[in-house]
């Protein structure tokens, strides 16, 4: 969204505020339905808030009750560039540590089981958990190298991977592209 990189204080709400509307309209007229990419734009623009301690905590309330609303619907469901986004505003945001890793915790929990880790989510894992986090999140995976080895979906669990769809295969622009049965 054009909100998203603006430096407009407030932001955050004014996005939710357009994606309340939509889920209004959608009540109204079958034809105007919020899909996933409606709901990850909300958290996009709450992970590139600004401003004081408050306005950064209402960004990060506004971007879990997002992902709350999009897990709870029948018609649509988070991807991986929903949990990804989500994450990079634990990351991004100045919020309490114990807070934000709580929601972290839970957030890859629940993408791994819907088996939508890729390497976006994986980055974003990395630069929003604190090194317990996310050494008690990857466990066995955490190489001698330690939480400086960057993950990529080869070190993971086909299982985490399994419903990974929005990649490109048998493409010459490196590991990222390739398919993940290799």
């Known amino acids: 969204s054009s909100w998203s990189r603006s430096i407009i ?10 994606l309340e509307q939509l889920e209004k309209q959608s009540l109204v007229n079958g034809n105007v339905l919020p899909n996933v990419h409606c709901y990850n ?16 905590r209402e ?8 992902m709350e609303k999009l ?25 309490p540590a114990v ?13 791994r089981e819907d088996g939508l880790v ?11 958990s604190s090194p317990t986090t996310y050494k008690q999140i990857l466990g066995g995976m955490i190489s001698s190298e330690g939480i400086n080895k960057r993950l990529t979906m080869k070190d993971i669990p086909k299982d985490w991977q399994r419903n990974i769809v929005d ?16």
């Open 99 to 111: 807070l934000s890793q709580s929601h972290i915790e839970k957030v890859f929990k629940q993408c």
């Open 118 to 128: 890729n390497d976006f989510v994986l980055t974003q894992l990395r630069y929003s």
């Open 167 to 182: 990649k490109i295969t048998d493409d010459e622009r490196g590991d990222w592209w390739g398919s993940s049965d290799e």
């Open 59 to 66: 960004a990060f309330d506004i971007a879990v009750l997002t």
């Open 41 to 56: 734009a909300v958290i996009n623009t709450c992970a590139f808030s600004h401003g004081d301690a408050p306005k950064q």
């Open 9 to 18: 204080s407030g932001k955050g709400k004014y996005a939710f505020d357009v």
């Open 71 to 95: 897990q709870n619907l029948k018609q649509e469901n988070p991807i991986s560039s929903t949990y990804g986004t989500f994450l990079k505003a634990c990351g991004k945001l100045s919020i």
